[in-house]
């Protein structure tokens, strides 16, 4: 991200840029201009008009929503979305705990694996929010690059193997 003053000059841009930000997802999190899930970068009140230019660049698909906030609304924004998170994440933590303990009571296999799966969709959305990378694994840049894929594959997987075990498929159906 750059951003260059106008300087009274109308749309014409005067170099230097008054600020740059170079992060990514390639970088630890640590070098992130703002400390925060998703990628905010602080523009300060001037007088003049600015323009912020924004180089973006994926080896896959990209998202890239922007806008501008004021700190106040921001502030009530992020106190809404953490706790829905949190509320997310307490259902999660609450269905992966219970359904460990129906394991350890009945070591039924199936438990195992509903836990597996609940676990790995808890990952996802982690992953997909930034809440992972931010603290679970704010250095390992080649786990955050992967782990869409790692844990949407592996979530898969585990819910294919619970469909197949709660529909008794080898009796039922051994053909599928």
Request: hydrophobic share 50%.
């Amino acid at each position: 991200v750059w951003i260059f003053s106008t300087q009274g000059q109308g749309d014409e841009v005067v170099l230097p840029p008054i600020r740059s930000f170079s992060t990514g997802d390639r970088l630890p999190f640590s070098q992130r201009p703002i400390p925060y899930e998703k990628f905010l970068f602080p523009l300060q009140a001037v007088s003049d008009d600015m323009v912020v230019i924004l180089r973006v660049k994926s080896k896959g698909p990209v998202k890239v929503p922007i806008r501008i906030w004021e700190k106040a609304d921001f502030i009530v924004y992020k106190g809404t979305h953490h706790l829905f998170m949190a509320l997310f994440y307490g259902y999660m933590i609450a269905m992966t705990l219970s359904n460990l303990f129906f394991y350890a009571t009945t070591r039924n296999k199936t438990f195992a694996v509903y836990t597996a799966y609940v676990a790995g969709l808890a990952f996802i959305v982690a992953t997909l929010q930034g809440i992972g990378f931010r603290f679970l694994w704010p250095n390992n840049i080649w786990l955050q690059e992967k782990a869409v894929v790692l844990f949407a594959s592996v979530t898969l997987a585990l819910i294919i193997i619970f469909s197949i075990q709660v529909l008794d498929l080898k009796n039922t159906s051994p053909r599928v």
